[in-house]
């Protein structure tokens, strides 16, 4: 079974900026991506990420978010800037299909 680090989450304010970090413990060519889920909300994709560098981003990224992955693939990143009120939620490390991350709280609010 896949062990995942992650860490970056916390509390900011409205136009502050986080970074997210997702380390797994094995080499991996898989899709990564990271998720997020509000209370009361389903969980939705915000960026992911493919091992040659393909990003994708959900619409209401619009240019504030920016996914990154290292070179030896086990770790992928998101830089959050211009954080909003509507982005808190827990952010959620995805690798491949169906492998998940404990998830790590970011809280916007002044």
């Known amino acids: 079974q896949v062990q995942f680090v992650e860490s970056g989450g916390g509390l900011v304010q409205p136009g502050g900026s986080l970074r997210l970090s997702c380390t797994v413990d094995?080499?991996?060519?898989?899709?990564m991506g990271w998720y997020r889920q509000a209370p009361g909300n389903q969980r939705e994709l915000v960026a992911s990420i493919t091992i040659g560098g393909f990003t994708t981003y959900a619409d209401f990224v619009n240019g504030r978010f920016t996914i990154s992955r290292d070179n030896a693939k086990t770790t992928v990143y998101l830089q959050m800037n211009s954080l909003k009120p509507e982005d808190t939620a827990i952010y959620y490390c995805?690798?491949?299909?169906?492998?998940w991350g404990q998830g790590t709280q970011v809280t916007v609010s002044s």
């Open positions: 094995i080499f991996t060519t898989y899709d």
């Open positions: 995805k690798l491949g299909t169906d492998a």
